[in-house]
């Protein structure tokens, strides 16, 4: 199939009368509703469940080997490679299947905040719900921009076509097939929402490089000085949270660009966990979940309607989307200054990282490309307690690029713009998961502020004797006990042994990066 035959597929499914194009969020709940595709909560927010696929599915996901991709894209686990005769026979399938819907949904808009960069893109539904997920997450045009938005890229989202793998060339029913030639991604099989969201960030990450911008997995603020910070980190690390922030003003919560113009989001909207959310700990996110709310997952009370964040039945992965503008407190739109500070967010599982370390240049380049953390539960299909994980430039699964391209890329500009790095653990103290517990909230608020308000930057430290980083002695708000790992526990030898262990994970992942110079690869742990 050439590009000329897939548009015109496109063209003749587009055209047909039960295509309901660019709906109003007021109609698109109506529609929810009335298809019985969710239930309304007390909050005015829509709740879909998305039955046994509650998280995104990485073994599920390829990328089209074509003349365009072969050379460009890092083939591997993460970039599974697939014929295009296979996307072209699943692609004439999905329209032909979508053909039949009583009604499909179409959804045109934006990524990226900076219009400089923007990459107009078309989201096609099966089911309502999924469409007022991505108008709420996406950029939103005005009248005048919709009335000329042709679209680069599209999306095509078919849940309840299920793959044969046996005849479809899949790994299961579900697939997320991504044609940079044809300037596709087809979704079929699966009903959870973030496949949509993180296939677009793949295509931002390969397209942006390009010219010369850096894509980042991360969540940024600013302060009232115009002070920029990002936040990298895998889902469940924090970004969502700790940005916001009352006395900050959220540019975004997981997706951003830096140019040489500065930071912008790449996104519309917010997609939080809201697992164990409350409003005392988390107002903004509470508050934002309103009228036009996506609920993902979260159990209602049956008489109430009042979701029960902290009810875990269905997954440990609930999620909450919304427009930005249901926080108060953003920037609009969604640019602002080079950053000043960078914070590395990790959920250690084994207990054994300090809660905030400085980081040098060299430190901030090993860490970014080891991307360590513990995966928590619920984020992917198959994870029920958290695993360690090393996910280079905190983001692996959506980088289609090698990850030194963007380690390359952030440090010359922590370079060219003396930004400070630190790496705030957000995981367990007092011992590994299942013995410690997980580092109080306030303390990491404290430690954040402390961080983004320059009160570390000329501060007494100790160096970690596995690790090497340097720990502040003292950070306002936070017992000082706290700061070193090894004096929470209440066994030592324990400690040493788990913090030994952590290190060598570190030095093994590090081997597959063998171009990086020798001042990055000695700027990991010490014990060896």
């Not at 078309?122 to 042709?150: C, G, M, S, Y």
Request: one cysteine or more; aromatic letters at 10%; proline letters at 5%.
């Amino acid at each position: 199939m050439n590009t000329v035959i897939k548009s015109s597929l496109l063209e003749e499914l587009l055209s047909q009368e039960n295509v309901k194009k660019n709906l109003s969020v007021a109609t698109l709940v109506e529609k929810v509703l009335s298809r019985k595709e969710g239930v309304l909560s007390n909050t005015g927010a829509v709740l879909a469940t998305t039955g046994k696929y509650t998280g995104r599915s990485p073994e599920d996901k390829f990328i089209v080997k074509d003349s365009i991709s072969e050379s460009k894209v890092d083939w591997g686990t993460v970039n599974q490679p697939i014929e295009e005769e296979v996307f072209e026979k699943l692609y004439e399938k999905v329209i032909a299947h979508l053909k039949n819907n009583d009604e499909i949904y179409v959804f045109n808009g934006f990524a990226g905040a900076d219009q400089n960069y923007q990459l107009p893109i078309q989201v096609i539904n099966e089911f309502a719900w999924h469409n007022l997920f991505a108008k709420q997450l996406f950029i939103r045009p005005t009248e005048d921009q919709l009335a000329t938005h042709e679209p680069s890229f599209t999306v095509i989202s078919a849940p309840t076509f299920k793959a044969d793998p046996t005849i479809d060339g899949t790994n299961s029913e579900a697939f997320i097939l991504v044609s940079f030639k044809h300037r596709v991604i087809l979704i079929g099989g699966t009903e959870y929402a973030g496949e949509i969201k993180k296939s677009i960030f793949s295509i931002m990450n390969y397209l942006l490089p390009e010219q010369n911008i850096l894509s980042m997995h991360c969540s940024a603020n600013v302060g009232k000085e115009g002070d920029v910070a990002l936040f990298f980190g895998l889902s469940g690390t924090g970004k969502t949270t700790l940005s916001a922030d009352p006395y900050r003003k959220l540019i975004g919560d997981d997706e951003h660009a830096w140019s040489s113009s500065g930071v912008f989001n790449i996104e519309g909207g917010c997609y939080a966990k809201c697992i164990n959310l409350s409003e005392e700990k988390e107002p903004q996110i509470y508050n934002a979940i309103k009228f036009g709310s996506v609920l993902e997952n979260v159990v209602l009370d049956e008489d109430s309607r009042r979701p029960d964040f902290d009810n875990t039945t269905l997954t440990e992965n609930t999620r909450a989307a919304y427009p930005l503008e249901h926080i108060d407190n953003i920037v609009n739109p969604s640019i602002a200054g080079h950053p000043n500070t960078i914070i590395f967010l990790t959920a250690d599982a084994s207990g054994t990282l300090p809660p905030i370390s400085k980081l040098t240049k060299e430190q901030a380049m090993y860490h970014f490309l080891s991307g360590y953390t513990s995966k928590l539960a619920g984020t992917e299909r198959g994870v029920t307690e958290p695993q360690a994980t090393f996910s280079a430039c905190f983001g692996a699964p959506f980088l289609p690029l090698a990850p030194a391209k963007y380690a390359s890329m952030l440090g010359e500009k922590i370079d060219q713009y003396n930004t400070n790095v630190f790496l705030i653990n957000t995981g367990w103290t007092g011992g590994s998961y299942g013995v410690g517990s997980r580092i109080r909230l306030s303390y990491t608020r404290a430690m954040v502020h402390a961080a983004l308000e320059g009160e570390l930057n000329n501060v007494e430290t100790t160096k970690d004797e596995i690790f090497g980083l340097e720990i502040p002695t003292h950070v306002a708000g936070v017992p000082d006990e706290v700061l070193v790992p090894k004096n929470t526990w209440e066994n030592q030898d324990d400690y040493v042994a788990a913090a030994k262990d952590l290190a060598q994970k570190f030095h093994e992942n590090f081997t597959k990066f063998t171009h990086v110079s020798t001042e990055i690869a000695e700027a990991g742990p010490i014990y060896k």
